[in-house]
């Protein structure tokens, strides 16, 4: 369990560092078998998450209709807003055999900003925007984002959205809200959501400019999928 604890401790630092921590804002869940995960607690501040974890974190033993919490101090704490979404998540994952244990939301400025424009309300536009703006994303995160619309916050709707949009991409944009990754550590959680973050602020500060973005011709962008990440 100490490597689960430390990627989660990872993860919420990784967070902090970005600014996408405000207040209480953001979880994180690591599965640790089938059926048992260690989660955020709610309310917990990502600060506090990487520097007193045992205060801000639990054990999740998902036993079907009932959930079973193990505290790891005498604080009692339950689990994140959004455990309904990190359950669903898990499990998907763990039906369609992916190689992923652990699972990030955040709220980046620039991915609430974007998905307030309507025309940026589905995975096709977006995904042809961050490729567009910036090639690399094409070859750092080839299948692009999934976008899922506004369901509120630790909905069973958003829970049930967001696990079939996995089927697409482990990086999940939300609405109005943020976004959701799932991937096999905290660096590559974070990683595919820096570059897709990096791209965004891009075309902000291309419109911010005055201008349109030019985007590539469709022969660099066909020319693009032959290479290899670096």
């Known amino acids: 369990m100490e490597n689960e604890i430390n990627q989660i401790k ?4 990784y967070l902090c560092e970005r600014g996408w921590a405000e207040m209480n804002a953001g979880n994180i869940s690591c599965r640790l078998d089938d059926n048992t995960y260690l989660v955020s607690a709610s309310g917990s501040r990502m600060r506090d998450l990487q520097n007193d974890f045992e205060k801000n974190a639990l054990i999740v033993k998902d036993a079907g209709n009932d959930l079973k919490f193990v505290q790891f101090s005498d604080k009692e704490l339950v689990p994140t ?4 979404t990190h359950l669903a998540m898990h499990k998907f994952m763990r039906e369609n055999k992916m190689n992923y244990g652990l699972i990030v939301h955040t709220h980046p400025d620039e991915i609430i900003a974007l998905t307030q424009i309507k025309s940026f309300n589905s995975s096709a536009a977006i995904n042809n925007m ?13 299948q692009g ?21 996995l089927a697409k991409s482990n990086l999940i944009i939300w609405e109005k809200h943020g976004c ?4 096999e550590s905290a660096e590559k959680a974070i990683d595919i959501i820096d570059v ?9 500060m291309i419109c911010s400019a005055g201008f349109i973005p030019e985007g590539l011709t469709e022969k660099q962008m066909e020319e693009l999928k032959n290479i290899r990440s670096h």
Do not use: C, D, H, M
């Open 180 to 183: 959701i990754a799932a991937a």
């Open 196 to 204: 897709f973050v990096k791209a965004v602020k891009i075309y902000f």
């Open 10 to 13: 990872k993860a919420a630092g």
């Open 81 to 84: 807003s959004e455990i309904a």
């Open 130 to 142: 961050i490729w567009n703006v910036l090639p690399e994303s094409k070859l750092l995160i080839p």
């Open 145 to 165: 984002a999934a976008f899922v619309k506004y369901y509120t916050t630790g909905s069973r709707k958003l829970a049930e959205k967001s696990a079939a949009a």
